[in-house]
């Protein structure tokens, strides 16, 4: 009796004997799950892995745009101006701030992610099947999935575009649900175009596609013209057309002197479109499908997950046009199958209740998304034993000089760029790297006679024009192939130009990445005040 008056006191004052375990289920939720993955993320890009190297040229580009330089004028770059955009906030971060604006990449895109998929939530509250409470775990996995499948190349534009298009997926899923294809606030309406807009903005005019084609699939099933019409989709054209028209008018030099050279000795060095590097993600897009189809069996798949894959389908042209076989391309091939396929695990019945196709098919998708995440945990450690490499060359050049100016004539950008900014060097080259050289090797390898010549006149004028930029420019530290030969550094590295730009510089570092030149005077300069 007096236990239980014990237990009754103790209950009326808020004790209760499940109270702790109560407490530790709370803390365990989808919300504080995507936060913990979200600071993970924060904390493992900036202090682990190297700044991706084209995010850093990126930065580069914006601090030289800021001391006055022009694009497409004194700084060639080869995608259009949004590109450069992007990081224009985190770098104007830095000017005002002092703090590296790859601190404030590293805080906001996780930030930006998870404003994405709360935002995302919040679309789809409104529809039945997503407000049972396991799919509340679905947040965390789109956070995890679009902030570190790929750790090496965090901050890509590819990545910022995913993250944007996600409500404008998830309004397109909703809205999908109603009979007059209503849902969401004006709000939602407006985020959701304007992330729209920026998806097609970074990679046109090929991304339009992968909006374009789960609208163009919706309008078929449903057999209305609705989903072309929404307010989202009419406002994300707007912007986009808007962009492109600034485009026409304050970047001429784009289209006038960069397009050009594209089409001579950018874009038709493709890969085959068998090629492993491009097939890899497609197959794994088919196996993605295959799988949500099996686990759909005996009934249709989920019209959430069909909509993802085709977004993620979409995308498939412009990845295969570029014929790179970039890894950092295939995010959204990546990014969409694997939430796609996620939805359609969502929405699978008890597990008494699988036919064996579909257990089957679940183990199959569970080991697929298991192996993109362990390759996506192997990538991140290479990349964190890369980061102390950078280091051994950012000591090697700073125990000559301070705050140096940096040029290239690399073929890659490779180290190039996430150097210069450890060093905190101010680059001057025109080009981010020679790859018109490294190119026109490739394509004089396949070519005839006729184009051989052609390839290796342009091929030549762009070495001495990298070496009449270096006399002129008398750099600091110069970059230049790393240890690693290729077609393209080896008709730079015996080039009779360069080799006299050279003349006065000194190898202070090399490794298989990049060779370091230095100024023979500091390399003097610096033995002096050592003895």
């Not at 006399?471 to 970059?479: A, K, T």
């Amino acid at each position: 009796m007096g236990a239980n008056s014990n237990n009754t006191d103790m209950t009326a004052r808020g004790y209760s004997p499940s109270h702790s375990g109560v407490d530790r289920r709370r803390l365990v939720n989808p919300s504080n799950a995507s936060l913990l993955i979200a600071a993970l993320v924060a904390w493992l890009s900036y202090a682990v892995v190297p700044g991706n190297v084209d995010v850093t040229y990126l930065i580069v580009v914006c601090n030289r745009l800021l001391d006055g330089a022009g694009l497409y004028v004194d700084v060639i770059e080869t995608n259009p101006p949004f590109s450069v955009w992007l990081y224009m906030p985190f770098t104007l971060g830095e000017r005002f701030t002092g703090v590296p604006a790859e601190l404030f990449l590293s805080l906001g895109i996780p930030a930006f992610a998870l404003a994405s998929v709360a935002l995302c939530a919040r679309i789809l509250q409104a529809v039945d099947r997503f407000s049972a409470p396991r799919f509340g775990w679905l947040a965390p996995v789109a956070v995890a999935a679009v902030l570190y499948l790929f750790p090496g190349n965090f901050g890509q534009r590819e990545q910022i575009g995913i993250i944007a298009l996600l409500p404008w997926l998830a309004l397109l899923i909703a809205r999908d649900t109603t009979s007059d294809f209503h849902s969401g606030s004006t709000f939602a309406h407006v985020l959701a175009g304007a992330g729209a807009a920026v998806f097609v903005m970074i990679k046109p005019p090929f991304a339009v596609l992968a909006l374009a084609l789960p609208t163009v699939g919706l309008c078929f099933m449903r057999r209305s013209l609705r989903p072309l019409l929404t307010v989202e989709a009419l406002l994300g054209a707007a912007i986009t057309l808007a962009y492109l028209a600034v485009v026409a008018v304050f970047y001429r030099a784009f289209f006038t002197d960069l397009m050009p050279m594209l089409a001579e000795l950018y874009l038709p060095a493709r890969k085959g479109i068998l090629h492993g590097d491009l097939a890899r993600p497609v197959a794994g897009l088919f196996i993605l499908a295959a799988v949500a189809f099996a686990v759909a069996r005996p009934g249709r798949i989920d019209r959430g997950a069909a909509l993802l894959f085709l977004a993620a389908l979409g995308y498939v042209p412009c990845y295969l046009w570029m014929g790179k076989g970039w890894d950092y391309q295939a995010m959204p091939i990546h990014v969409f199958g694997m939430l796609g396929l996620c939805v359609q695990l969502w929405t699978v019945p008890r597990y008494r209740e699988w036919a064996s196709t579909a257990r089957l098919a679940v183990a199959a998708g569970i080991f697929l998304v298991i192996g993109l995440v362990a390759a996506g945990i192997g990538q991140g450690v290479l990349e964190a034993s890369q980061k102390a490499e950078l280091g051994r060359t950012r000591d090697a050049i700073a125990a000559h000089v301070a705050r140096p100016t940096v040029a290239s004539v690399a073929t890659r950008m490779q180290a190039a760029f996430p150097l210069t900014r450890m060093i905190e060097g101010r680059y001057q080259s025109r080009y981010a790297s020679l790859w018109a050289v490294e190119n026109a090797e490739t394509m004089m390898a396949a070519a005839g006679s006729a184009d051989v010549e052609r390839l290796r006149s342009l091929r030549d004028r762009h070495i001495a024009d990298a070496a009449a930029e270096l006399q002129q420019l008398r750099p600091d530290v110069i970059l230049a192939g790393g240890s690693r030969k290729t077609a393209g550094q080896a008709a730079i590295s015996t080039n009779s130009v360069i080799q006299v730009a050279l003349e006065n510089y000194r190898v202070v570092y090399r490794n298989s990445a990049a060779t370091i030149w230095l100024r023979s005077d500091l390399v003097a300069s610096s033995a002096a005040v050592a003895d």
